[in-house]
Nanobody
């Protein structure tokens, strides 16, 4: 069992920055890959970014929604993944969820093994 705890959400003005953190505990090891999704009101949960834990390789959604503005990273020692969000826009407003999956890449909601409780990010215009 893996437990994910997110932190760092909040209210920020457009153009501002936030850093989300997700700490993993329990049965964590190098094959547990992690990532971030988000879900805006009335919309489906969408993939944002992921990291391959063993290599540190990162990848992002194919859409241009967060390109150049969001950066995912990980801290091996703390078993924590971060999402640095810069130049935030009102359309980034959503609940952000940390996700983890054994062996495979975190990329689709259907294949995620564990979810965090979610943290609200609100960007005012």
């Amino acid at each position: 069992q893996v437990h994910l705890v997110e932190s760092g959400g909040g209210l920020v003005q457009a153009g501002g920055s936030l850093r989300l953190a997700c700490a993993a505990s329990g049965r964590t090891f190098s094959s547990l890959n992690m990532g971030w999704f988000r879900q805006a009101p009335g919309k489906e949960r969408e993939f944002v970014a992921g990291v391959i834990w063993s290599s540190g390789n990162t990848y992002y959604t194919d859409t241009d929604t967060v390109k150049g503005r969001f950066t995912i990273s990980r801290d091996n020692a703390k078993t924590t993944v971060y999402l640095q969000m810069n130049s935030l826009k009102p359309e980034d407003t959503a609940v952000y969820y940390c996700a983890a999956r054994y062996w495979g890449r975190v990329a689709t909601a259907e294949t995620v093994d564990y979810w965090g409780q979610g943290t609200q990010v609100t960007v005012s215009s």
